[in-house]
């Protein structure tokens, strides 16, 4: 057990170092120089030669990475270009946002879709199961940011049950806060219902052909009992990697879904720092959510052994 | 009475071919697939050759239109045609996806092949290097890429496939290497043909049926994604007409105009479910686990 974890840590290391290099790179690839986008074009010659000094661009660029990556790990991302506010806290603060937004969806999505996949799959090629399948593929189908818009326009203009723009934070106003979320969080479980619907049903129809669900069968356990404690807590475990890889591409694509709903995420952070070139921050949200990514995905597999026995700890 | 010939064992021949099969009738999810699918084609071909008013052309007189007989589907903020725009929009989306696709597998393919061929140290660095270009979630890649390069059809094209071609890597280097031992495979080498001729002449056609699957995803994962850039202004920049773009530009009228946003998200969604329902009955056929 702690030589597994320990193995999959280290494995995870080379990654993220990997990982570290390439955000490194993508912002010393960009055109230009950094001091100088720091400084504008007004800045003398002087003032220009000790800002690229300070930010260590007069290093060989190993040196510069060794630099930068010492103090990433000390919790250091810099500085915005625009406002000079410390990155850290930044991206964290707005972090939360979209977080929180992502995990309540995804938990949401999963409990419906689980059963109801394991339905589909338990009367495979039914009425019910072909109804799971249509409306699944059709979810799966439909762009998050349209769905979104679509929910602002029935919601928010023609019945006006909820507001269209702005965000306070839960703790200012908690109820006003849901009147904000609850539009964002309703589009995306939809969005994700679809494709964690169709792999609970898939891995479901496998499991259910299995020896040992006719064995259960055939020591007399009833179909509820066959279906939700041996079929469903196997068929999980294929179930849990693509909810760990939804929730990391949520986080990495949920700035269009923040544009919708004018949300302060970290993908809107990110969209707009692209555009004011504000180059500290836009590594630091690269870098932060990539990490979030890997360690989602980590925890997904140290999970995993939970449900399929089969995989050795 | 002749005696039959001896037949040659099975271990001898090529890669081993389905025989054909009987035509059935193909199922719902392939039919109604490729009728959005050939629908969408038209669209696209059609948009190159004509549309019912010129795209581009401004008409501030006419702006923000419900759909009429003279514009079907109302005009937009400029009063250009939707439905020409869209038109090129479906042109514009399955262009980049084309091109993007093409790429991933030109570029996955050779280096998976590379991967699997070589073994050692070439393969373990490319792994590696893979696997960390997995790690980091296609979207995001895209996303800073995209700030690198700047706003540009191309520009999408080469981020997204930079961003797919780690997938195609692994399924054709995990293909490859499942197949290296297999009988066929041995007895290619042992009648002494090359590694590499039994490389290409017998392991690379059997990566064709994964990645066909694979790349049928894909399609559909860039014109979401292509869509996405361009909805948050960071792909096809305007005035050429993408769904995305046109998605994007349709929000501030959202309470006024609500049709502008219906149409360019209707054909987003329309594509996705072509490529997921083609995708689905190529998967079924291919990998027939699934069906009954």
Known sequence: MFRFISQRLAMSIPTLLLISLMVFAIIRLVPGDPALLMLGDMADAHSLEVARASLGLDQPLPMQFLIWFKAVLSGDLGHSITTNEAVLPLILDRFQVSAGIVLVSVLLAALIAVPAGLLAAWKQDSALDFGVVSTATLLLSIPSFWLGLLLLYAFGIKLGWLPVVGYVSFGQAPWQALSFIVLPIVTLTLVELGAITRMARASAIEVLRLEYITHARAKGLSERAVLWRHALRNSFAPTLTLIGLILGNLLSGIAVLETVFTLPGIGRLMVDAIYARDYPVLQGCLLLVTFVYVLVNLLVDLLYPLFDPRVKL | ?292
């Not at chain 2, 050939?38 to 696209?44: S, V, W």
């Not at chain 2, 393969?123 to 690198?148: E, Q, S, T, V």
């Not at chain 2, 780690?166 to 499942?178: A, W």
Request: charged letters at 10%; aromatic letters at 8%.
């Open chain 2, 1 to 292: 009475m002749n005696k039959p010939l001896p037949v040659a064992p099975e271990v001898l021949l090529p890669a081993p071919v389905r025989a054909p099969r009987a035509w059935r009738v193909p199922p719902l999810n392939a039919l109604i697939g490729a009728f959005l699918l050939g629908l969408l084609l038209i669209m696209a071909a059609l948009g190159l050759v004509w549309t019912p008013h010129d795209p581009l052309a401004l008409n501030l007189l006419a702006r923000l239109q419900a759909p009429t007989a003279a514009h079907w589907l109302g005009t937009d903020e400029y009063g250009r045609d939707v439905l020409s725009r869209l038109m090129i929009g479906a042109h514009t989306s399955l262009w980049v996806s084309v091109l993007t696709v093409s790429m991933a597998i030109v570029a996955g393919t050779f280096l998976g092949l590379l991967a699997g061929f070589l073994r050692g140290w070439v393969d373990r660095g490319l792994m590696m290097i893979n696997d960390a270009l997995l790690a980091f979630p296609g979207i995001l890649l895209a996303l800073g890429l995209m700030a690198i390069i700047g706003p540009s059809l191309y520009g999408i094209v080469f981020a997204l496939s930079l961003a797919y071609t780690p997938s195609v890597v692994r399924v054709v280097r995990g293909t490859v290497l499942s197949l290296r031992e297999k009988e066929f495979v041995e007895a290619s080498r042992v009648i002494g043909n090359s590694e590499l001729y039994t490389m290409l002449r017998h392991i690379a056609p059997n990566c064709v049926a994964p990645v066909c699957v694979l790349a049928t995803s894909m399609f559909g994962w860039a014109i979401l994604a292509e869509s996405a850039l361009s909805f948050l202004g960071l792909g096809v920049p305007p005035p050429a007409a993408t769904w995305g773009n046109m998605l994007a530009a349709s929000r501030p009228y959202i309470a006024t105009a609500s049709w502008l946003g219906l149409f360019p998200g209707v054909c987003i969604a329309m594509a996705l479910l072509a490529f997921n329902l083609c995708g689905d009955a190529l998967r079924d056929r291919l990998d027939p686990r699934m069906s009954k």
